[in-house]
């Protein structure tokens, strides 16, 4: 069983005739893009080569057909395009900033963890509400019913412990930095 379809000769002149304006058309319907039109204007010429009762219509013209089936043909493909992610080029993928490694990230929230639960609770209290919670400093002076020059004391204290006990720290950095204090501050006086 064979199913019928146009005449190649129908079709090339439908081509001819209603191609041009055709191809015009998908063009708006796909904000320009060549590519898109030249590939829906071909489906539509396909269906076209597909139904050939559609030139037995009582049409004087086949491109209100043709119209209709181009402007169904987009509508369907920008559904489908807009169901799935958009495709990403290689030079996207090349500048995008690489990830981290997760193993690496555990590891260090593991040794902070483990630093932070060697200071002393009031510290510690300090710390979780600044930097974990995000409060200001008057916020936490007020959470913590604390003056708030304490709150930046104990911020200062427990930070400086933290950076003696974190892994990977070095303390030739901050003698170094401490020396250079210490030194800027007798020839100053």
Known sequence: MTTATTDERALVELQREHG?????????????DRQRAEDLLQETLVRAWQHPEAFDAPYDSMRPWLFTVARRLAIDARRSRQARPPEVGDAVLESAPARENTAEAAVRALDVREA??????????????????????????????????????RSYYALRLLSRNLPGYSSSSSSSSSESRHTASATST
């Open 116 to 153: 932070v639960r060697t200071l002393s609770p009031e510290h510690r209290a300090v710390l979780v509400q600044i930097y974990f919670r995000g409060l200001s400093v008057g916020e936490t002076a007020q959470a913590l019913g604390i003056p708030a020059g304490t709150v930046k004391s």
């Open 20 to 32: 041009p304006a055709l191809f015009h058309f998908l063009l708006g319907l796909t904000f320009g």
